[in-house]
């Protein structure tokens, strides 16, 4: 495992992460915008989701949200992280990263093709899978979950709650890799979710279905911080 992929990851800011969401924002079309709001209101890391688009289209939309990220980034002097979710040529042609779930490809495959710099992300629901991830040796980050049921995906395992992010968070510490969660995160239950000594919180519909994207991260992003353990 290389250092400088974990080494990327221990720097980034994880408290809040993006997921956009292609019709939620009204289109692709309306990502970029949405996705310079989220950052506008404090999220450091987006994660470009699209299962429906081509690989053509998905690139283009990537590309344009890499361009944002980097434009408002910039303007507040911050880093944005973007990630791209499971198409690791677009990752590769971009320079970007990637998360991948368990049905996708192995993140050991997707080392090998990205290479040692590259922050990757696996999804996980269980103990299980987390020993199977950290085993193989290839993540940096996992998103953990979904911690409630939710709306935006009806695919999941079942929900981990907030006893079991808690302790996958902490053995995925205790192996050196970051812990995010994800799966019914909203601004009333954000602290709560701090409160397990995880990293960071991973939304989808919180920020790409609000009426003020930016708003609303703000106030994602403030529960989280606020709650977190000392």
């Not at 980050?141 to 709650?161: E, F, L, M």
């Given at each position: 495992m290389s250092a400088s992929s974990r080494e990327r990851a221990s720097q980034v800011d994880w408290a809040l992460y993006f997921v956009t969401d292609s019709a939620m924002a009204g289109g692709a079309k309306n990502v970029p915008a949405q996705v310079a709001e989220a950052i506008e209101?404090?999220?450091?890391?987006?994660?470009?989701?699209?299962?429906?688009?081509?690989d053509t289209a998905y690139l283009e939309l990537a590309r344009k949200v890499r361009?944002?990220?980097?434009e408002v980034g910039e303007r507040h002097g911050r880093e944005i992280t973007v990630i791209v979710n499971d198409r690791v040529e677009a990752?590769?042609?971009?320079?970007?990263d990637v998360h991948v779930g368990q049905a996708d490809m192995?993140?050991?495959?997707?080392?090998?093709?990205?290479?040692?710099?590259?922050?990757?992300?696996?999804?996980?629901s269980n103990t299980k899978q987390l020993e199977e991830v950290i085993?193989?040796?290839?993540?940096?980050?996992?998103?953990?979950?979904?911690?409630?049921?939710?709306?935006?995906?009806?695919?999941?395992?079942?929900?981990?709650?907030?006893?079991?992010?808690a302790s996958l968070t902490a053995r995925a510490h205790e192996a050196g890799i970051v812990s995010v969660a994800i799966g019914g995160i909203s601004i009333r239950n954000a602290g709560e979710v701090a409160a397990t000594g995880c990293d960071g919180i991973c939304?989808?519909?919180?920020?790409?279905?609000?009426?003020?994207p930016a708003t609303s991260a703000t106030f994602l992003r403030r529960e989280f911080v606020m709650n977190q353990p000392l």
């Amino acid at each position: 495992m290389s250092a400088s992929s974990r080494e990327r990851a221990s720097q980034v800011d994880w408290a809040l992460y993006f997921v956009t969401d292609s019709a939620m924002a009204g289109g692709a079309k309306n990502v970029p915008a949405q996705v310079a709001e989220a950052i506008e209101g404090g999220a450091h890391v987006i994660q470009v989701r699209d299962k429906h688009l081509d690989d053509t289209a998905y690139l283009e939309l990537a590309r344009k949200v890499r361009a944002v990220a980097r434009e408002v980034g910039e303007r507040h002097g911050r880093e944005i992280t973007v990630i791209v979710n499971d198409r690791v040529e677009a990752a590769r042609e971009l320079g970007l990263d990637v998360h991948v779930g368990q049905a996708d490809m192995p993140a050991s495959q997707v080392r090998e093709i990205l290479g040692p710099e590259a922050i990757i992300g696996v999804s996980v629901s269980n103990t299980k899978q987390l020993e199977e991830v950290i085993a193989e040796g290839a993540a940096d980050v996992v998103g953990i979950g979904p911690i409630w049921t939710t709306a935006t995906k009806t695919d999941t395992d079942p929900a981990v709650g907030l006893e079991g992010l808690a302790s996958l968070t902490a053995r995925a510490h205790e192996a050196g890799i970051v812990s995010v969660a994800i799966g019914g995160i909203s601004i009333r239950n954000a602290g709560e979710v701090a409160a397990t000594g995880c990293d960071g919180i991973c939304v989808v519909s919180a920020i790409a279905a609000s009426e003020d994207p930016a708003t609303s991260a703000t106030f994602l992003r403030r529960e989280f911080v606020m709650n977190q353990p000392l």
